[in-house]
RNA sequence: GCACCCGUAGCUCAAUGGAUAGAGCAUCGGUCUUCGGAACCGAGGGUUGCAGGUUCGAGUCCUGCCGGGUGUACCA
């Protein structure tokens, strides 16, 4: 099954096929810019490389494109891939591939349980920070996107090979913990650590509103309530008995809604703000050695390259304030230190909104000027907000925020009227009003560029036609049935050795389409954008139901031709499956 | 003030610097003896906010405007 030389991509033996054509053709290393067609009339692929050379060779780009197409001329050993090359307008070079290879390519694919997609070579180490969700607080509409961003670009580096580390950079440090515990201490609240509860949560996020209140309006009680983040800080027993109590209550939470989310964190991946307490003033030590550190009206700060603020002057990065204290820049560095000598990171993501790009650009910027990690890639992957009916960041109707819970409940509850009437067991239907409605709020997430702000929407995100999760595992749903069918009627399918064959435009379109499968995959790891994936996948379904359409399956004229619509059917399952499963989402096998 | 992000069809959104800017919804019109019609085919609908520039080629890159959002020293 995984011979590396059979299941190589179809892309990527055709980019080293122009790559050697180039070569000797222009005796020039090139990368061939090789693409799918922009337009089927154009062909299946096409590379745009001689437009590029052209002025670097003192060359007419025409010229160029016709000697790389010469020496794709049958016999130079592309041409068991390409049917016909030619050359188009300013430079382009079209490529039809010929239809044994395509058939070749997707047994290939069908064959290989990693669907042609290459392990990456070198796999790399990579942490990705996502989620962060605070202690004491219910998870709410805002820690949906990092959380299931994150997830999806987890599964899909991890399917790539590499070794992905998550890191849940979870908010359980800072003066709210003062301000709540000094509230819970003023109200007698008598926590018995060992208990969990689930109601707890919802008590605790309702008393830190009170309590931020009278913090704001009681003076008496925000100086007890200063003094309780000292208590904190200097591990008094009762502070830190009932800080761990919140601790407890809240994972407990949390977990709760990453079970309903299917997404793959859990308490292994905690890594705490407390967690760097330690080493913060070894943080604040390393910039002062590195003759960084300032002095700014009693607070230390560090002035990053390029960094203006107001009037012109070099913006400050705060990593201790004037009375002593902290912040979350020095807690971004010492865990950016942590991810780079004890986890030994190679790329470091981290998935929090745009809002927080500068913030990490600095810190970014200190890391480099530390040089703590020279060959250490850092990404921020910024991601706009989610907005109610009326365009504005999604409250409740009271103005209240959104709780993650109960906007999956109502997914759930919806997606349960879909299934309502069907003649299914009630156990599956709920089960699949499970799948559908939570794939649905994941996939109305990622299937948006995730730069964008986007309008949250049921109605649109729970459709069953357009770009939706309905419609993507409907298309499974639909692959599964014909499979159902080859089960009751006995006609018995092979499901390996089928040689594919191509016998209608539809079909070769489709598994054109199955083919760039790989290289969607690798885009989206380069690029950290899921949507890519989604949009991939739209287009499949789309593809299969022309397919569908046209193709009889199992009414097909001959055995043979039936034994390879089936394997192509089987193929797109996978497909459709994987890709939905990359992006965290699961399928049915009805609906 | 300065910095960053966004502006594409009536609506919601796509488009590694590539050819005639594409989908879904909505509107209108077709197909077929349902392998699940939750389908397929077609039509209308665009000065890609505006104006310059770079390039063989710009929705995409650069500059300046307009509009919206966000950030900008002791919260995270």
């Known amino acids: 099954m995984n011979n590396p030389e059979r299941s190589m991509s179809l892309q990527t033996q055709l980019d080293a096929a122009l790559r050697q054509a180039i070569r000797s053709a222009l005796d020039r290393d090139a990368d061939p810019l090789l693409a799918p067609a922009t337009n089927p009339k154009f062909g299946d692929y096409q590379a745009n490389a001689a437009m590029g050379l052209s002025k670097a060779m003192g060359q007419k780009p025409r010229d160029l494109a016709e000697k790389i197409v010469a020496a794709l001329a049958p016999g130079s050993g592309a041409s068991a891939l390409i049917a016909e090359a030619t050359l188009a307008g300013p430079g382009f070079i079209n490529l039809r591939l010929t239809d044994a290879a395509l058939a070749s390519a997707a047994s290939d694919m069908l064959a290989d349980d990693r669907l042609s997609v290459a392990p990456a070579d070198p796999p790399q180490r990579i942490v990705i920070d996502y989620s962060g969700p605070n202690v004491a607080k219910e998870m709410h509409i805002g820690h949906l996107r990092s959380t299931i961003i994150g997830d999806a670009l987890a599964r899909t580096l991890d399917y790539l090979g590499h070794t992905v580390i998550r890191q849940n950079h979870l908010g359980d440090w800072g003066t709210q913990f003062g301000i709540l515990i000094e509230f819970l201490v003023d109200m007698n609240w008598d926590a018995d650590p060992k208990q969990l509860n689930h109601q707890v949560i919802a008590d605790l996020d309702k008393f830190y509103r009170q309590a931020k209140q009278r913090f704001d ?6 100086a007890a309530a200063r003094r309780r983040v000292v208590h904190l800080q200097s591990g008094d027993s009762r502070t830190l008995g009932l800080w761990k109590y919140l601790i407890k209550n809240s994972l407990l939470h949390f977990n709760t809604i990453y079970m309903r989310l299917g997404v793959l964190l859990n308490d292994g991946d905690i890594r705490s703000e407390s967690s760097y307490n330690a080493s913060l003033a070894g943080v604040v030590e390393a910039l002062n050695h590195a003759g960084l550190l300032k002095v700014s009206d009693g607070a230390r700060v560090v002035y990053p390259d390029g960094f203006k603020g107001k009037d012109g002057e070099p913006m400050p990065m705060i990593v201790r304030k004037s009375d002593g204290g902290y912040l979350y820049a020095t807690t971004d ?8 000598e004890q986890l030994h990171a190679q790329r470091v993501i981290y998935v929090t909104d745009s809002r927080q790009s500068q913030h990490f650009a600095m810190v970014f910027q200190v890391i480099k000027q530390l040089q703590w990690g020279d060959d250490v890639r850092f990404d921020h992957v910024p991601f706009g907000t989610i907005l109610g009916p009326d365009r504005k960041p999604f409250k409740t109707r009271s103005g209240g925020t959104v709780k993650l819970s109960e906007v999956l409940d109502q997914a759930v509850q919806r997606a349960s009227r879909v299934v309502a009437d069907r003649d299914l067991d009630e156990k599956d239907k709920q089960r699949i009003a499970q799948v559908i409605g939570i794939g649905s709020v994941k996939y109305a997430d990622l299937s948006n560029d995730r730069i964008k702000d986007y309008v949250f929407d049921y109605d649109r995100m729970l459709a069953l036609e357009g770009n939706t999760a309905p419609y993507l ?16 009627s006995g006609i018995g399918c092979r499901v390996s050795g089928v040689g594919l064959k191509i016998t209608d435009e539809a079909e070769r379109s489709l598994v054109l389409k199955l083919l760039q499968f790989p290289g ?10 899921p949507h890519r994936l989604c949009t991939y996948l739209y287009e499949l379904a789309g593809g299969y139901h022309q397919f569908y359409e046209r193709c009889q399956v199992l009414k097909a004229d001959d055995a043979a031709t039936r034994d390879s619509r089936l394997a192509l059917c089987r193929l797109v399952a996978r497909t459709l499956q994987k890709g939905l499963k990359l992006l965290g989402i699961e399928t049915v096998d009805r609906m």
């Open 217 to 222: 309006s009681d003076g008496t009680f925000a």
């Open 333 to 340: 560095l010492a865990a950016a230190r942590y991810r780079i």
């Open 473 to 488: 595992i409907n298309a499974y749903v639909r692959i599964q049935s014909i499979f159902r069918k080859v089960e009751e």
């Open 520 to 529: 969607v995959v690798n885009a989206v790891a380069e690029s950290l954008e």
